[in-house]
């Protein structure tokens, strides 16, 4: 995707501003005159015009407020997730350098999946080849781990009917 600068950005949207803002008044000054009968329709033509014009901008820098808003809140949400799995990775790392036990590092790598990532459901499974299964070896604790039987149950269920 093409990005522009904040400056190059900020300098586009106020050329448009000043290009709509041109633009509004050259043609509603022409349509003001063509349909005003004498002074006082022209005057009050102005103002109405006037009027519009402090709307339709209000409603304009409104709707570039809110979608530069909702950009830096997805751009920040973005930011914290990737955060999360980086601090995931670290702490796995650790785990690694630590443990010498495949399921106690299995277990360890769930639990930190879980509770530093933030992630609902951890589990790591096996293929047993020679049934066409995966075998849940590790999942993270308490209410999780049903949940996690449960999916790698159907897991299994679909690595038996589909084996590869």
């Given amino acids: 995707m093409y990005r522009i600068s904040q400056q190059m950005g900020a300098l586009l949207l106020a050329g448009i501003y000043a290009l709509a803002g041109f ?10 005159i063509r349909y005003a009968q004498d002074a006082y329709e022209l005057n009050l033509f102005q103002t109405y015009k006037g009027w519009g014009f402090i709307v339709v901008t209000t409603l304009l820098v409104f709707a570039l407020i809110r979608a530069a808003q909702f950009h830096r809140t997805l751009h920040e949400e973005k930011s914290k997730r990737m955060q999360r799995v980086q601090n995931v990775l670290s702490d796995v790392s650790q785990a690694i350098i630590k443990t010498r036990d495949l399921p106690e590092l299995f277990s360890m790598v769930c639990q930190i999946a879980a509770d530093v990532g933030g992630f609902p459901l951890v589990w790591i499974g096996r293929v047993d080849e020679r049934r066409q299964r995966i075998k849940m070896t590790a999942c993270s604790t308490g209410r999780r781990r049903q949940r996690a039987r449960l999916i790698a149950a159907r897991a299994m269920r679909k690595a038996g009917s589909h084996p590869r």
């Fill in 23 to 32: 633009l509004w008044i050259f043609y509603s000054d022409q349509i003001s």
